[in-house]
């Protein structure tokens, strides 16, 4: 038993060992850090189940809709006061704030990005039963 515990001493002590552990975090720390924003994401997602459920079905659907028309009511409010323009959807503004980013507010650009998973997820739903299917199949 003694001769295991002095081998496995070896492994962990080899300086080959000790650079792929230091090699893979440093990877691991880069990945975490380059999408900090998603955490946003999954923050609006985890909303959405709360107030909609988990099972994606026509009555979540029909009850997601108007929340979702809602939040781009409140959206074009916010960029009718700030540039006088209403939009469609969150990629239209996305597209205008690369010019204009300086005439909102943080609490606003939060908000856009808000508005955009909703939109994201509106999307998604409309085509995740095919998603599935063709994966099933």
């Known amino acids: 038993m003694e001769i ?9 002590a080899s300086p ?10 440093l990877f ?3 990945i975490i ?4 924003d998603m955490r946003d994401d999954f923050k609006v997602t985890n909303d959405i189940v709360k107030k909609f ?17 809602d939040q781009i009511k409140k959206m074009n409010e916010i960029t009718y006061k700030t540039t006088g323009k209403k939009y469609k959807n969150v ?3 996305a597209s205008d704030l690369k010019e204009e980013n300086h005439l909102y507010s943080e609490k606003d650009i939060k908000f856009f990005n808000k508005v955009q998973v ?7 739903i409309r085509f995740i039963d095919d998603y599935y299917k063709k994966r099933i199949l």
Not at 4 to 12: A, C, D, G, L, S
Not at 16 to 25: G, T
Not at 33 to 36: A, D, I, S, T, Y
């Open 118 to 124: 909703l939109e994201n997820y509106n999307e998604e």
């Open 16 to 25: 080959v060992i000790i650079f792929l552990f230091v090699i893979f975090n």
């Open 4 to 12: 295991k515990i002095n081998e496995f001493k070896k492994v962990i």
């Open 53 to 69: 459920g988990y099972k994606i079905d026509e009555d979540m659907i029909k009850n997601f809709k108007p929340y979702y028309y």
């Open 33 to 36: 850090c380059e999408h900090l």
């Open 28 to 30: 691991n720390i880069f």
């Open 91 to 93: 990629l239209e503004v």
